[in-house]
């Protein structure tokens, strides 16, 4: 893509929430006078002080729609302590969720469902943190026309894109994350020593086919660029187990599947599911004598797991895009209808500024300055791993000599690349 280091790659469109505006200003003005307005759980956190000027005096009760259970050390766990930093810094903010919201542990629930009570309950805004709430975030949107509804992934909002539903109060929100698989696959082959890559995937959508893809880009690259090695001495393969965590039954176990990676010679496993077999296992397969290292993804302290086991972990830190809607909510600004929200290249640990962040990992060690280097290198352009030539699995045609990758091209991934092991659909 032309402007690919670029923090945001596409300008953000706008949307208007007229009536919206007119129920929250009548909303803010009200509580300015009403001690209470809102009805949080008791189990909703207590809102930390803040010198916020915008959120002074107002209260707002957001709800949260989770796929899995808060605290999976994954993806879930991710959204909930953003939000909650998100919280603290607005007095008056109050939350309301629901986790597990899947069809194993809630069967015959739907998201649009919980929804429907989040709103009962006093919510003003609604957040659903999964790809697989796309159609329940769009009828909840219609329903509730005057309550903003934000998907976290997906595309409807999209003018640009391949699936735009005109919905005024429907807004995405997603982070560039094909970035921090770059740097994970950048770690994994600087330390793998058999050259053999494992990616433990979820299910199969143009999103983890985008993920798994850019993992195999950085890989390439700095096996190629670091290691001085031949690209047909990488081995990159991809096992999906069937949804975003295991349903016993339903899909494979990806406790297995990580095992079966470390007995077989894989010596670096790439998590992307939302919870820690990769880490848990490689801890075990370590301590039993086997080589065995594994990066993390979305939760900032998944290296925490298996420490010495550890490359590092690539992840998503919602308080960036949480905090500017709360912001602009509270501030009485509309939403931007879609939000992709790349690192801070000044520091992509920022919890401030960068949506997308790698914390490296004890098992990195001296490989560090190559990642330091890969990465000012994706910041100003002189690297980019999306540029031709590069094929499809099937030998067609991706990216022709020179040709670098469009926002919809990285987005919508058909197939995996030529290279990669495992099926693209």
């Known amino acids: 893509m032309a402007d690919f280091p670029k923090r945001s790659l596409f300008r953000p469109l706008r949307v208007s929430f007229r009536r919206y505006w007119r129920v929250l200003a009548l909303f803010v003005a009200t509580c300015g006078l009403i001690v209470g307005c809102g009805n949080p759980s008791a189990n909703s956190p207590t809102p930390a002080e803040s010198s916020s000027p915008a959120a002074a005096g107002q209260d707002f009760t957001i709800g949260m729609v989770l796929v899995g ?30 986790d597990k919201v899947n069809p194993a542990d809630r069967p015959n629930v739907t998201g649009a469902q919980v929804a429907d009570d989040l709103i009962a309950k006093g919510a003003k805004l609604v957040i ?13 949107a219609k329903k509730h026309t005057d309550i903003p509804i934000i998907h976290a992934s997906g595309d409807y909002s999209w003018k640009e894109g391949q699936n735009f539903q005109d919905q005024a109060n429907l807004s995405n929100i997603m982070g560039k994350m094909q970035y921090g698989e770059m740097i994970g696959g950048c770690a994994a082959a600087l330390s793998s020593e058999t050259g053999k890559i494992g990616f433990l995937g979820a299910l199969i959508n143009d999103e983890t086919r985008r993920y798994a ?11 190629e660029n670091y290691r001085q090695k031949p690209v047909d001495d990488l081995q990159f393969k991809v096992t999906w187990i069937g949804f975003w965590f295991n349903i016993p039954g339903k899909t494979l176990d990806p406790t297995k599947v990580a095992d079966d990676y470390y007995n077989g010679g894989y010596d670096v496993v790439m998590s992307g ?7 848990v296992q490689a801890k075990k397969a370590a301590a039993a004598g086997k080589a065995a290292k594994y990066v993390h993804i979305d939760f900032k302290g998944g290296c925490d797991l298996a420490p010495d086991s550890c490359l590092g972990v690539r992840y998503y830190n919602w308080n960036v895009p949480y905090t500017s809607v709360l912001k602009d909510l509270l501030d009485g600004k509309q939403l931007e209808p879609f939000t992709w929200l790349g690192p801070d290249w000044k520091d992509i640990n920022s919890t401030e500024t960068s949506m997308i962040g790698f914390l490296p990992g004890k098992a990195l060690g001296e490989n560090q300055k190559y990642i330091d280097e890969f990465v000012k290198g994706l910041g100003d352009g002189s690297i980019n791993p999306y540029q031709g030539p590069l094929n499809y699995q099937d030998g067609s ?9 469009t926002d919809q091209q990285v987005w919508y991934m058909p197939q995996l690349l030529e290279g990669m092991e495992g099926p693209s659909t």
Do not use: M, R
Not at 128 to 140: G, I, M, Q, R, T
Not at 273 to 279: G, W, Y
Not at 397 to 405: M, P, R
């Open 128 to 140: 659903f943190n999964s790809d697989d709430f796309k159609d329940d975030a769009l009828e909840a």
């Open 397 to 405: 045609v991706f990216l022709k000599d020179g040709e670098t990758a």
């Open 273 to 279: 599911i939302d919870t820690p077999e990769a880490a």
């Open 213 to 223: 893809s850019a993992a195999y880009l950085g890989a390439k690259h700095c096996w």
């Open 69 to 98: 259970p808060k605290n999976d050390a994954g993806w879930n766990q991710a959204h909930y302590e953003g939000i909650e930093e998100t919280i603290k810094q607005f007095p008056g903010a109050k939350l309301e969720y629901v």
